[in-house]
T-cell receptor
Framework: DAGVIQSPRHEVTEMGQEVTLRCKPISGHNSLFWYRQTMMRGLELLIYFNNNVPIDDSGMPEDRFSAKMPNASFSTLKIQPSEPRDSAVYFC???????????FGPGTRLLVL | GDSVTQMEGPVTLSEEAFLTINCTYTATGYPSLFWYVQYPGEGLQLLLKATKADDKGSNKGFEATYRKETTSFHLEKGSVQVSDSAVYFCALSDPGGSQGNLIFGKGTKLSVKP
């Protein structure tokens, strides 16, 4: 299996621009997670989906962040407008059930100038 | 709610030294316990897991035993290598708890010097 695929791997943008991060989970996994990792705050769960349905979005920082999962093989995390404090590494992970072993993608390194 | 507490790093060791990274947890039910490792520039990957009390997870020379009486899951390795330098995360899942996902600790950074 190819594992969890994320794109882009690196993104540099200017404040105020829209940023869209993409994730393809492992085939057959029905849970998908978005995390953010920074030096200051460590690893934070932003949102997770079960069977394409958002279950817990309490970690989403604010209305500028939104996530969708239109089908079992694709999810997006959008930031609009982006701000410098959004600079971080964003990870997507998937699992066969929300309590099972999670498999992480390589991450997207976002820098907002 | 459920939580995981790890020893704070960074931990710096010489090659071939013995490693222990402490992890304790709080959970309402009967959780599964995990150790994940994150190498520089990469995502987290599962290192080992244990699903019930007294189970021992092991992989790549690392071991951790699920201790229900002390609510602990300490990670150990008898002889570390430079290639073990990474950040290690302890995590739990609690099917009977209120949170429907894995709960991660803050991570412990390990640096192994030659």
């Amino acid at each position: 299996d190819a594992g969890v695929i994320q794109s882009p791997r690196h993104e540099v943008t200017e404040m105020g621009q829209e940023v869209t991060l993409r994730c393809k989970p492992i085939s057959g996994h029905n849970s998908l997670f978005w995390y953010r990792q920074t030096m200051m705050r460590g690893l934070e769960l932003l949102i997770y989906f079960n069977n394409n349905v958002p279950i817990d979005d309490s970690g989403m920082p604010e209305d500028r962040f939104s996530a969708k999962m239109p089908n079992a093989s694709f999810s997006t995390l959008k930031i609009q407008p982006s701000e410098p404090r959004d600079s971080a590494v964003y990870f997507c992970a998937s699992s066969q059930g929300s309590q099972e072993t999670q498999y992480f993608g390589p991450g997207t390194r976002l820098l907002v100038l | 709610g459920d939580s995981v507490t790890q020893m704070e790093g960074p931990v710096t060791l010489s090659e071939e030294a013995f490693l222990t990274i402490n992890c304790t947890y709080t959970a309402t039910g009967y959780p599964s316990l995990f150790w994940y490792v994150q190498y520089p520039g990469e995502g987290l990957q599962l290192l080992l897991k244990a699903t019930k009390a007294d189970d021992k997870g092991s992989n790549k020379g690392f071991e951790a035993t699920y201790r229900k009486e002390t609510t602990s899951f300490h990670l150990e390795k008898g002889s570390v290598q430079v290639s073990d330098s990474a950040v290690y995360f302890c995590a739990l899942s609690d099917p009977g708890g209120s949170q429907g996902n894995l709960i991660f600790g803050k991570g412990t950074k390990l640096s192994v010097k030659p």
